[in-house]
């Protein structure tokens, strides 16, 4: 898989579940207190973490584009 391949996947995944986190019903739940709150704080761990991993898969998209373009630039 590609690095544009997997950030897509990343940002797919990051979409989702940040759809969850804004949910009523994933709200309600938490506000009920019919899971453990703690479940809110780990679904912000998992969008932060994913995060971080999506801006090192952007790293890597931008150094192979820099040197795909200084590739291009030398011929």
Do not use: R
């Amino acid at each position: 898989m590609e690095p544009i391949e997997i950030l897509k996947q990343f940002n797919s995944c990051y979409l989702k579940i940040q759809a969850i986190a804004q949910d009523e019903n994933w709200l309600l739940l938490i506000a009920d207190k019919k899971i453990d709150p703690e479940a809110a704080t780990h679904l912000g761990d998992v969008l932060h973490y994913l995060t971080e991993a999506m801006g090192c898969v952007e790293e890597i998209i931008e150094v192979k584009f820099n040197q795909e373009a200084e590739e291009y630039n030398q011929q």
